[in-house]
DNA sequence: GTCTATAAATGGATAGAC
DNA sequence: GTCTATCCATTTATAGAC
């Protein structure tokens, strides 16, 4: 057993790295089938039995990962709010003399985007068994308020030039962005058949930003 | 036998207005509990079970109203259609001059009323076996068709007298209008417990036809 | 039409072999 | 950690007495 041990010193590091990087994958894959069912059908309607044909392995095998159906959606949450941070990231970097409301159009074409592309979780309405999972997960929490306080520097900027609005509440306008994640409008119009993607949120974010009154 | 029917004709016809009366009493108060269940829940997580006992009768006498949870949930859409329609009516006799934009604003503020009184009755996303079965209930869908008919006539009638972008395609602001019935806005705004409802409708009106922008 | 009791199916979660 | 097989609670729906 020692000589085993001493034999190959060199192999065992790389052996767990590419075992944790095979379990981060397989996490990662369970993820993904969560977060498009998600997606798709909301919380309730989504069966663990459903994911697991999704992912490819048994239902048994994904309790070793997430130990209840919540954790599961729970992590879907996590990694599409990770996601948005890193998208805001990004917008940091924008070339300075950049409007703070242009940054929040970016930001709410980016949801809509998501949205469109079938990924982007539906949150249950409330008094959910996922809702508590969700306000006792740090991860999420920490996520949340980290968006919205890098939002909520934009909207009071944005008020102090003078683009939007300052007559509205910051937290109303932060709740208005959130919202456009899960706008049904977006769903309606793409049933219609006669818009694409592109004009589909254009549509959504000139009514949600200019207003449906003429200007 | 046919002497007792000959014995009291007159009592006849009252008493089977009176079963009449109770049926369609009974039948109300199963509608009620669903469509508040289904505004606290969604379809999904609410149960039959629960329905019956907040009606207060077994779950069998349920069904002997109702073949399925789907027409219950059905039942619940076409009364809350049947009240918009009741709505409009009374708004069709507003006082001649009264701007078409206005009478939009009306309904905004009617739909997001009933919202927050917990007796919007929300919609499961897509793809669900109650989707299909109000497809195929013609008092839905006729309901629908006549609700989204008089709304179009204020949308084209705002958009020519140019309070209305003119912009907009009528569709999209059709759907806006809607989508107002189950913002989730509202709901965090109400969570806050900052702003009366009053306020919270004020707020929500103002941004949906006036946006986010400046004016 | 209302009830009690139960069928039939589903879904979340676990046991235990490998 | 993955599998098969199973447990157990829940839920939709029905049977059958009254």
Redo the contacts between chains.
């Keep these: 057993m020692v000589s085993v041990a001493l034999k190959a010193p060199i192999e065992t590091p790389p052996k767990r790295s590419f075992r944790a990087q095979m379990h981060l994958a397989r996490e990662d894959a369970i993820v993904s089938a969560v977060n498009r069912l998600l997606a798709?059908?909301?919380f309730?309607?989504m069966t663990v039995d459903e994911v697991a044909a999704e992912v490819g392995i048994a239902k048994a095998s994904l309790y070793k990962h997430f130990p209840s159906k919540e954790d599961l959606a729970a992590a879907a949450m996590v990694r599409v709010m990770d996601r948005a941070r890193a998208f805001l990231d990004k917008l940091h970097d924008a070339p300075a003399g950049t409007r703070p409301?242009d940054q929040?159009k970016a930001v709410a074409r980016w949801t809509m985007e998501v949205q469109l592309a079938g990924e982007m979780p539906?949150l249950?309405?409330?008094?959910?068994t996922l809702r508590t999972a969700l306000t006792t997960n740090k991860a999420y929490v920490d996520g949340l308020m980290d968006v919205s306080d890098r939002l909520g520097a934009w909207i009071t900027a944005s008020q102090a030039d003078?683009?939007?609005?300052?007559g509205?509440?910051p937290?109303?306008?932060l709740?208005?962005l959130?919202?456009r994640a899960?706008?049904?409008?977006l769903?309606?119009?793409k049933g219609?058949g006669?818009y694409t993607n592109e004009q589909i949120i254009d549509?959504?974010l000139?009514?949600?930003?200019?207003?449906?009154?003429?200007?």
Tied chains: 1, 2.
């Design positions: 798709e059908k909301g309730d309607a409301i929040l539906s249950p309405s409330e008094n959910s003078g683009s939007l609005n300052p509205l509440p937290i109303a306008v709740y208005t959130f919202a899960c706008d049904p409008v769903g309606f119009l219609s006669q549509l959504v000139s009514t949600c930003f200019d207003g449906l009154q003429s200007r």
